[in-house]
């Protein structure tokens, strides 16, 4: 399960999605994730879904990967779908059985909220595939920088984002690796219950908790004997730099949000 997890991972391939401005991707993914909310019908999320391919097809990021993100999420899928089926009003009534009432307008609901889910998280999945976690924090921090006048942290805000997406795959993988060291000694992860599989996980977080402690306290004696001193009069090795593609890709989201007003609009 722990090798699903895509969020944080960065898939190394030279693409034109990669060679976008990180700055770009940013941007472009919160206009999607906007977008998503903004699609009403059939219509509308035939769009998102053609856009999440052709992105995905841009990128070479294989689209197999991308899904494989939602597995550890399927039970929140799943609990959402079921939530909006029973207990969302309807008027075209399908199923009445008992306490049990099942209409039209709760499937597509439950449905409409169940995708809009899913390409939020393949979304931004496919921005943290495609953008090292460096290049990403240098792309908030220059977004950010304005709010410096307000005295806002741009540069520490940056870096946390950088370490924490850093060491999303380092934590799963040592997460892996004592998982399988407990089960070499006997323990069960896979068998019985929700509950059950619950508190099997317990004597996994403690030791996975004391490492992360362990290497967050050897991070920060890394940086003080460097001398780090935050983002005053730090340069950088790669500057950062609008390209012809970059605006292409503007075009294309842009075009995507406005079908998807028109399509609110006229459908």
């Given at each position: 399960m722990l090798s699903n997890i895509t969020l944080g991972q960065y898939y190394p391939v030279d693409s034109r999605v990669h060679r976008l401005d990180p700055r770009t991707k940013l941007i472009l993914s919160i206009v999607f994730i906007v977008a998503v909310f903004l699609?009403?019908?059939?219509?509308?999320?035939?769009?998102l879904f053609a856009f999440i391919v052709l992105a995905?097809?841009?990128?070479?990021?294989?689209?197999?990967?991308?899904?494989?993100?939602?597995?550890?999420?399927?039970?929140?899928?799943?609990?959402?779908?079921?939530?909006?089926?029973?207990?969302?009003?309807?008027?075209?009534?399908?199923?009445?059985?008992?306490v049990i009432r099942i209409t039209k307008e709760a499937f597509f609901q439950a449905l409409f909220y169940s995708l809009r889910l899913v390409f939020l998280v393949i979304g931004t999945s496919l921005l943290t595939l495609t953008t090292s976690p460096v290049a990403l924090a240098d792309a908030m921090e220059i977004l950010?920088?304005?709010?410096?006048?307000?005295h806002f942290p741009a540069h520490e805000l940056a870096m946390m984002m950088t370490i924490a997406l850093r060491f999303v795959p380092t934590l799963l993988e040592e997460a892996?690796?004592?998982?399988?060291?407990?089960?070499?000694?006997?323990?069960?992860?896979?068998?019985?219950?929700l509950i059950t599989r619950a508190k099997a996980m317990v004597p996994l977080l403690v030791p996975l908790f004391v490492s992360a402690f362990r290497r967050a306290s050897d991070l920060a004696m890394a940086m003080e004997s460097r001398c780090y001193h935050g983002g005053e009069g730090r340069t950088r090795l790669r500057v950062l730099k609008f390209t012809r593609?970059?605006?292409i890709a503007c075009l294309v989201v842009a075009a995507l949000v406005a079908l998807l007003i028109l399509e609110g609009i006229l459908l």
């Open positions: 699609a009403k019908t059939w219509v509308g999320y035939g769009l995905a097809r841009l990128s070479n990021v294989p689209l197999k990967m991308l899904f494989r993100g939602l597995k550890p999420l399927k039970w929140i899928l799943i609990i959402t779908f079921l939530l909006n089926l029973f207990f969302t009003p309807g008027d075209t009534v399908w199923v009445s059985f008992w950010l920088s304005p709010l410096k006048v307000i892996d690796k004592i998982m399988k060291a407990q089960m070499a000694r006997g323990a069960d992860f896979e068998s019985g219950n593609n970059d605006g």
